[in-house]
């Protein structure tokens, strides 16, 4: 069995396996998640099949932003985190590429973010920056 056909989302694509629909387009899909951080925890997926984002054709992406800002309209959230993990550390889970909406009604519920600032030299954030740009 290749990745695609025993991946999860892509059996809720496919209407294999259940799940509580939001928004489906021909390139886009949207759903509930099952274990919310908060009440209306929502997922966006492209309906092409990719790990990370950078599997992921630019034409399948463009409408992630828009699907998750309806959403989050739709949920009358104010507070609220949009986010996509990539990889194990960065607490990917589900190997097919989805974007989250997570509403933060209060400190409790919703997305728990650590923000481990660093202190940089002017000089070296210049140099990151060329190097970056001339990568693209
Ligand atoms: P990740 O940690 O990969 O960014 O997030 C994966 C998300 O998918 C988790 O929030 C998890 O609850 C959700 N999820 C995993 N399996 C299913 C499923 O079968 N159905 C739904 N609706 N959500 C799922
Ligand atoms: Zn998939």
Redesign the pocket.
Known sequence: MNRMSSC??C??IKGD?P??KLFESDKTFA???????SKG?A?VIPKHHGEKLADIPDDSLTELLPVAKKIAIALGATNYNI???NGRL??????HV?V?IIPKPNEAEGLGVKWPQQKIDMGELKALAEEIKSKM
């Open positions: 999860i989302f059996k809720i396996i799940s509580f759903f509930l998640d099952i274990n919310p951080l925890h997922l986010l996509q993990n960065a607490h990917q889970e589900v190997d989805h989250h």
